[in-house]
C-alpha cells in the first residue's frame, strides 16, 4: 500500500532568494517528498525584481535539490497549498522578532485551512542575519559582500538592477 507523498509548500517573494532561503529548503527537503517554492507577486512590498526575474533565480538556485519546484504563487497560500495538496507550509524564523509575526500568520492560516500545518524551520547560524532585505542593503553599498549571501545565479542580477537604478 503506498501512500501519497507529503507536500509542503514555501512561500515568499524571494526578492532576491538567499542563502538563508535555501538553507530552509533543503532542511524542508529532507522533511518532506516534495517542496513546491511559492514565489509571491507581492506589489505592496515593491521588489527591486520582477516576477519573471525572481521565478528565474528561484528555480536556478534549487537546481540541485531534487524534490523542490518553483511555481507563481497566486492566490491566499493556503488556497494554493490546498490546490497543490500539500500538508504543510513551510516558514523560516531567523530570529525572536520574526516570532511575532510569524505566529499572527499560522494562526490566520490556521483558522482558514486547519488541515494544514506551518512548519517553522530555523537556518543555520551563519545564515540568521541574512534576508533579502538585508542582501540588498548591502548590495548598494558594496556588491561583492553581498555574494556572501546569495546563490552565485543572483549575484549579476544584483549588479545588473544596482546599474539601473543609478
Same mark, same amino acid.
Given at each position: 500500500m503506498s501512500?501519497?507523498?507529503?507536500?509542503?509548500?514555501?512561500?515568499?517573494?524571494?526578492?532576491?532568494?538567499?542563502?538563508?532561503?535555501?538553507?530552509?529548503?533543503?532542511?524542508? @527537503?529532507?522533511?518532506?517528498?516534495? /517542496?513546491? /517554492?511559492?514565489?509571491?507577486? @507581492?506589489?505592496?512590498?515593491?521588489?527591486?525584481?520582477?516576477?519573471?526575474?525572481?521565478?528565474?533565480?528561484?528555480?536556478?538556485?534549487?537546481?540541485?535539490?531534487? =524534490?523542490?519546484? /518553483?511555481?507563481?504563487?497566486?492566490?491566499?497560500?493556503? +488556497?494554493?497549498?490546498?490546490?497543490?495538496?500539500?500538508?504543510?507550509?513551510?516558514?523560516?524564523?531567523? #530570529?525572536?522578532?520574526?516570532? +511575532?509575526?510569524e505566529f499572527?500568520?499560522?494562526?490566520? =492560516?490556521?483558522?482558514?485551512?486547519? +488541515?494544514?500545518?506551518?512548519?517553522?524551520?530555523?537556518? @543555520?547560524?551563519?545564515?540568521?542575519?541574512? @534576508?533579502s532585505s538585508?542582501? #540588498?542593503?548591502?548590495?548598494?553599498?558594496?556588491?561583492?559582500?553581498?555574494?556572501?549571501?546569495?546563490?552565485?545565479?543572483?549575484?549579476?542580477?544584483?549588479?545588473?538592477?544596482?546599474?539601473? #537604478?543609478?
Open positions: 501512500r501519497s507523498p507529503r507536500i509542503a509548500v514555501y512561500p515568499g517573494t524571494f526578492d532576491p532568494v538567499t542563502l538563508g532561503h535555501l538553507d530552509v529548503l533543503r532542511r524542508a @527537503s529532507r522533511l518532506f517528498d516534495r /517542496v513546491i /517554492v511559492a514565489v509571491a507577486p @507581492s506589489d505592496a512590498k515593491h521588489p527591486w525584481f520582477s516576477l519573471a526575474e525572481r521565478l528565474t533565480m528561484a528555480k536556478e538556485a534549487t537546481r540541485g535539490i531534487r =524534490n523542490v519546484q /518553483v511555481r507563481t504563487l497566486d492566490g491566499l497560500t493556503v +488556497e494554493f497549498a490546498r490546490r497543490h495538496k500539500a500538508a504543510a507550509l513551510i516558514r523560516g524564523l531567523r #530570529k525572536f522578532s520574526d516570532f +511575532e509575526f499572527d500568520l499560522a494562526h490566520a =492560516n490556521r483558522l482558514m485551512a486547519p +488541515e494544514i500545518e506551518t512548519v517553522i524551520l530555523m537556518p @543555520s547560524q551563519d545564515q540568521f542575519v541574512t @534576508s538585508f542582501v #540588498k542593503d548591502i548590495a548598494r553599498h558594496r556588491l561583492s559582500q553581498a555574494a556572501a549571501f546569495v546563490p552565485r545565479c543572483v549575484l549579476p542580477r544584483l549588479r545588473r538592477k544596482l546599474a539601473e #537604478k543609478s
